[in-house]
């Protein structure tokens, strides 16, 4: 079992700018897509961002222009470049690694709190 870690939430300012970290510990990753997926108190868990092993990119519309997905391989890291960050930006952020249809791992979540 591959568990993900994930850090660099905290709080932030409406308008501010904060950069999350999501590490595979132990193997490489080349292979798969990272996604990036939030869940705010009382919503359901939605996608923000994903990246395939491409390099191909995918945003949600509340997010796109305003956050930017990327990852180091040689560090077996992806990011989440997060600006002109809102309140309704507030949720817990979950890293995702989809290595196959059957090999599915997750991050333990880091909060991202907007708020002056």
């Known amino acids: 079992q591959v568990q993900l870690v994930e850090s660099g939430g905290g709080l932030v300012q409406p308008g501010g700018s904060l950069r999350l970290s999501c590490t595979v510990p132990g193997t490489t990753f080349t292979s798969g897509a990272m996604i990036w997926s939030r869940q705010a108190p009382g919503k359901q868990r939605e996608m923000v961002a994903t990246?395939?092993?491409?390099?191909?990119?995918d945003y949600a519309g509340a997010v796109k222009g305003r956050f930017t997905i990327s990852r180091d391989n040689a560090k077996r890291t992806v990011y989440l470049q997060m600006k002109t960050v809102r309140p309704e930006d507030t949720a817990v952020y979950y890293c995702?690694?989809?290595?196959?249809?059957?090999?599915?791992?997750w991050g333990q979540g880091t909060q991202v709190t907007v708020s002056s």
């Open positions: 990246m395939t092993d491409s390099g191909s990119t």
């Open positions: 995702k690694w989809v290595r196959a249809p059957e090999l599915i791992y």
